[in-house]
């Protein structure tokens, strides 16, 4: 079955840094993934999507790579700010499984 | 977070009582779907429907049941739960469910937080 790994431990990055969450997948590479953010007690909000055939996606401070040769993506905030405090979690999709797994997420801390 | 809704947003209950969740969703969505969240562990997809059909069932225990009357609408009925099953359950629509040519984002309720005691 296939495993999604992302940082066990939470992240915490000094204001106006760049943080950077990993997602490593096992097996078979999916056939796109997605990246949600989550607030505590509520549900996940869609950020970025990225192909397979595709290696990078921007979306304003915001940037996801994909390499399927290492099996994983990257996440980038640039210029963190404290409201970019979350949960961050990753969702490879399979087609052969015509569904979404996600990641147990990395809890991303920006302190002022 | 409007898109989709659920009620109520905080349920307490004890192991023999019966209650529902509910999930409304106002994107035109085709397909919806029932997650758990447990604490510290992924979301676990629970149902998946389609066009008002179950397409799928992830060996849920049958004390969930679920009710999928419209393609707006989706029930969790629930009956003689276990202490285990306290979990924030998430509710969440796309416009088709996940296929081959994927691009499927979900959309998320703000979850129900159920206590079982």
């Known amino acids: 079955s296939q495993k999604i790994e992302q940082n066990s431990e939470a992240l915490n990055i000094q204001e106006g840094k760049t943080a950077t969450l990993t997602c490593n997948y096992t097996?078979?590479?999916?056939?796109?993934l997605q990246w949600y953010r989550q607030d505590p007690g509520r549900g996940p909000v869609f950020l970025l999507l990225?192909?397979?055939?595709?290696k990078e996606k921007r979306k304003e401070r915001l940037k996801v790579t994909f390499d399927t040769t290492l099996k994983q993506s990257l996440f980038h905030i640039t210029a963190s700010q404290p409201a970019d405090s979350a949960t961050y979690l990753c969702?490879?999709?399979?087609?052969?499984?015509?569904?979404?797994?996600f990641g147990s997420g990395t809890r991303l801390s920006i302190r002022p | 977070e409007t898109g989709v809704t659920q009620t109520p947003r905080h349920l307490v209950m004890g192991m023999t009582n019966k209650k529902s969740l509910k999930c409304e969703q106002h994107?035109?969505?085709?397909?919806m779907y029932w997650y758990k969240q447990s604490a510290k562990k992924p979301l676990e997809l629970m149902f998946v429907?389609?066009?008002?059909?179950?397409?799928e069932n992830n060996s849920v225990p049958s004390r969930f049941s679920p009710e999928c009357p419209n393609s707006s609408h989706l029930f969790l009925h629930l009956h003689t739960l276990q202490p285990e099953d306290s979990a924030l359950y998430l509710c969440?629509?796309?416009?088709?469910?996940?296929?081959?040519?994927?691009?499927?984002?979900?959309?998320f309720g703000p979850g129900t937080r159920l206590l079982v005691l």
């Open positions: 994107l035109g969505h085709n397909a």
């Open positions: 990225i192909r397979e055939n595709e």
């Open positions: 097996n078979y590479s999916p056939a796109y």
């Open positions: 969702a490879p999709a399979y087609s052969s499984a015509s569904k979404i797994i």
């Open positions: 429907y389609s066009l008002e059909e179950r397409v």
């Open positions: 969440a629509s796309s416009p088709n469910s996940q296929g081959p040519s994927g691009g499927e984002t979900q959309y």
